[in-house]
């Protein structure tokens, strides 16, 4: 493991039931890296990025996150989660909660912050994602762009090393996609260690370190964006990008 | 005219308002079509000839309703002494108050429109024109009387409508000042309004009276509806001011049931000497010594250590209590004879349940301790249920001044009501643990609570009252002299949670998986995610099928005269039809209580369908 390394992940597979959905993926993501994963759905990019804080239980391999090893140890997998923030598809915010107690909540009993403190940084957070004046609203009252960028505050109220990212703007109106994603461009600026599952392309390009594509549960192939998407080299890569481009 | 124009608009279309009035309501609702006619004919006869019947039923002179009226107070309080009725009515006092206190706190007060109350008086108005007229003949004495009271209501309400037609959708009179009219209109009616009350003498001769309604009781009544409006009053004096006011009352309201139980109704004869030389002492070496730990253990660095000290304090304190419960002498003849009389095992247990409590608290300490502040919150929770564990302790083994003639002090109606209430609030806790306990992931926790539940539920409930006081005595022969109301309460809330557990596993399940893995995304403890995430949302979504839980475990408390408890239905249908005097009122009294029963499901299926309306705004 390099010096520099805060995710490594040597040969991870998993399993689901007899279907390899992981077949040994190894990966060294580097301090403020923005890590961008691409590949057809079912290419286990979503599932390797939930093994990282152990939404899912990888069953081969290893993975350190910033020098500690997953594994059973509950006290490893708390600290972990601390320090990884995570963005769900569905937004998964606390329906019955406000919008700042969705945010102060896990600042509050898991770091055990004084309610003022978490209040302030959590209203410091709408701020920069740009919804100061919902927080005392109900998540069903918002936007589905306005979720989202709720659940990016939410998840960055815990001050995480790492964020990830798991397809963050596929269950939202197009119209609402840009403004999800240039809070995570501003992340990315700020230098934040990010892994991104996601199909925008145009974010990839831009934002993007390093671009991995993924399919049947191998990474297939790796570069920076401009590699990759002027001059791809595997087959596999060059027929999904013809038919996404 | 221009060429080619067709048709212009000369004289301009104003609007006009729908068709209206009663001839078009019943063409659109009652008659639209042959069949909807002949269907409405046909129905409105039933329903004419039937109510025609029911009304005669009602009216017959020949009805005992005395027999009702003149044992209101035996339907209430079935025998408590009379000598200690101001303890009732205190009882009857605090709900009131805090009824006040708690509609102020939290703003019930609304706005009606004028057109709300001309509707209401006009169906108030046609009802009684309608009974009236279609009482039977020979009940003629006062139906003109009711027909001239029914127009005068209907006409004037619809008079008013018409009146205020420009602004009868917009909200003007207060809720307030109507409740207020309608408790002095109470008032009014205990005063004057008379019904017939039978007495029966020394030398067996009846005589039937007119008495008014509230005959004892219309002073105390009175006084208490002030009282209501007064603490009202109070509360919207001091809801601004107090911070939190609202977290006091549900305390409050949380300990009143035990308060009014234990220490109003029951009348303990309390030995001071044993609560300085006893009690006092244990809550002080229990309350520091847990609460030291507490503090410790509360702190905001992590360590398994924390759990496994707790666990194993848990299982060894169960142990203990366990262990040390059947203390036989074996030199006795009998082999069920006890070493320790029931006092001094209470004693001993008033020691060790702390011990156990000490522990559920020590494990949940690492989720909610943290900051100074917050664990010294949850070390004056901890004194908190203590002295309340405690106090309960010294109630419950302290004896009662009350002379009474029966098993029980509390019986008919406030029997109905003790058991429903302790059944729902000590099933509450039982059954979200087994409902947590059959979603969990360990499977010696799973099975257990599964076992439970569907044993419990497999049973009806008469045979587990029926075990609950003959078997649970023989078991705790002589160890705890639990008396016979707390042999129900124990069998209805056992009985209660598997049912409970089961509503909120299905709470539980309709919570979608995201949000225990955004739970766990952040880092929460189990502890955590189950009492901040999940069970709030599972008891929001269950809370229709909780309210008919409620309603129908009120219900099911009639079914505890199998073990010779005096309840409401007891009384009426078996204790006062037996009576000299009441020989064949057991329809009368039967009606009764079935009204009884109706206006409290009502009105909580009410509330609680208000309830379901506050919550689920905002979050939709």
Redesign the interface.
């Known amino acids: 493991m390099s010096d520099q390394a805060i995710i490594d992940c040597r040969g991870v597979k998993k399993w689901f039931g007899d279907f390899q959905a992981l077949r040994g993926i190894d990966l060294e993501v580097s301090k403020g890296e923005v890590v961008v994963i691409i590949g057809p759905s079912g290419s286990g990019k979503s599932t390797f990025i939930r093994c990282i804080n152990r939404l899912e239980v990888h069953q081969e391999g290893q993975i350190f996150v910033g020098g500690i090893e997953l594994t059973n140890d509950v006290r490893n997998i708390e600290a972990i989660r601390r320090d990884v923030g995570m963005v769900f598809q569905s937004f998964n915010l606390f329906p019955h909660l406000t919008i700042m107690q969705n945010i102060t909540l896990a600042p509050i009993w898991v770091k055990k912050q004084s309610k003022s403190e978490a209040e302030a940084y959590g209203r410091e957070l709408l701020e920069r994602v740009g919804i100061p004046e919902q927080s005392d609203k109900y998540p069903g009252q918002l936007s589905g762009g306005q979720q989202q960028r709720v659940a990016i505050a939410r998840a960055l109220a815990m001050k995480p090393q790492i964020m990830l990212f798991d397809e963050p703007t596929s269950a939202l109106d197009p119209e609402m996609v840009k403004e999800v994603l240039d809070a995570m461009k501003e992340l990315a600026k700020e230098g934040m260690t990010m892994i991104v599952v996601t199909h925008e392309m145009g974010f990839a390009r831009e934002v993007a370190d390093r671009v991995l594509f993924f399919d049947y549960g191998r990474l297939v192939e790796a570069g920076t964006p401009e590699h990759f998407f002027t001059n791809p080299q595997h087959d596999r890569t060059k027929l999904f990008l013809s038919q996404i481009l | 005219m221009a060429e080619g124009v067709v048709f212009v608009e000369t004289v301009e279309l104003a609007p006009e308002p729908p068709p209206s009035g009663p001839a078009t309501w019943i063409r659109e609702n009652l008659a639209y079509s042959v069949a909807s006619t002949i269907t409405s004919i046909v129905v409105g006869l039933v329903v004419i000839f039937g109510l025609r019947s029911l009304i005669a039923w009602f009216l017959n002179p020949f009805r005992k309703w005395s027999s009702a009226t003149a044992n209101a107070r035996l339907l209430m309080v079935q025998a408590y002494p009379e000598a200690q009725f101001s303890r009732v009515w205190v009882s009857v006092g605090i709900v009131v108050v805090l009824t006040g206190l708690s509609a102020a706190a939290w703003r019930v007060s609304g706005k009606v429109s004028v057109g709300q109350i001309t509707r209401a008086l006009l169906v108030a108005g046609s009802t009684a024109v309608v009974v009236a007229l279609l009482a039977p003949g020979e009940l003629t004495g006062g139906r003109g009387l009711l027909v001239l009271a029914g127009v005068i209501i209907a006409g004037s309400g619809y008079l008013w409508k018409r009146a205020r037609r420009a602004s009868i959708n917009e909200p003007a009179i207060s809720t307030v000042a109507l409740a207020g009219l309608g408790l002095i209109l109470i008032a009014a009616v205990l005063w004057t309004i008379k019904l017939p009350v039978q007495e029966v003498f020394a030398d067996g001769t009846k005589e039937v009276t007119s008495e008014v309604l509230a005959r004892t009781t219309k002073l105390p009544w009175t006084i208490l509806l002030g009282v209501l409006a007064v603490s009202y009053a109070i509360g919207v004096a001091v809801r601004d001011v107090i911070a939190g006011l609202r977290r006091i009352l549900v305390g409050l309201w949380v300990l009143s049931f035990p308060a009014i139980l234990m220490v109003v109704m029951r009348a303990p004869d309390i030995e001071w000497d044993t609560v300085f030389t006893v009690d006092v002492p244990i809550f002080l070496v229990v309350g520091v010594v847990v609460g030291v730990i507490l503090f410790v253990v509360g702190g905001?660095e992590?360590?398994?250590w924390k759990y496994i000290v707790s666990a194993l304090w848990l299982v060894l304190a169960i142990m203990w209590v366990l262990f040390s419960w059947y203390v036989f002498d074996t030199d006795s003849s009998s082999p069920l004879h006890l070493t320790s009389s029931g006092a001094d095992v209470l004693q001993r247990l008033e020691f060790k349940f702390p011990v156990i409590l000490g522990a559920l608290f020590a494990l949940a300490a690492p989720?909610?301790?943290?900051?100074r502040?917050?664990r010294l919150r949850y070390v004056g929770l901890w004194l908190a249920a203590l002295a309340l564990l405690i106090s309960s302790f010294r109630l419950g083994a302290a004896s009662s001044l009350l002379q009474l003639s029966g098993s029980a002090f509390v019986g008919g109606l406030s029997l109905t009501f003790t058991l429903a209430i302790a059944g729902v609030v000590l099933s509450f806790p039982l059954g979200v643990l087994l409902a947590l306990g059959r979603a969990s992931t360990m499977p010696i926790v799973r099975l257990i609570s599964m076992t439970y539940i569907e044993l419990v539920r497999s049973v009806p409930l008469i045979t587990w009252l029926y075990i609950g006081s003959n078997l649970l005595n023989l078991f705790l022969a002589g160890v705890v002299d639990i008396f016979s109301v707390v042999r129900a309460i124990i069998a209805i809330t056992l009985f209660s949670a598997a049912y409970l557990a089961e509503n909120v596993r299905g709470g539980l399940q309709s919570i979608?998986k995201?949000?225990y893995?955004?739970a766990?995304?952040?880092?929460?403890?189990v502890v955590?995610k189950t009492v901040?995430?999940t069970l709030?949302?599972a008891l929001?979504a269950v809370i229709p099928a909780l309210v008919g839980q409620v309603i129908s475990l009120f219900k099911d408390t009639s079914l505890v005269s199998i073990i010779g408890l005096f309840d409401l239905l007891y009384i009426a249908r078996t204790v006062i039809p037996g009576q000299s005097a009441n020989i064949g009122s057991i329809l009368e009294l039967t009606v009764v209580a079935a009204a009884i029963y109706w206006v409290f499901t009502f009105t909580f299926s009410r509330s609680s369908m208000r309830l379901e309306r506050r919550l689920g705004l905002?979050?939709?």
Request: negative net charge; hydrophobic residues 30%; glycine residues 20%.
């Open positions: 905001p992590t360590g398994e989720s909610f301790g943290g900051a502040a917050a979608p995201g949000q893995e955004a766990d995304a952040v880092g929460m403890s955590q901040l995430i709030p949302q929001k905002g979050t939709r």
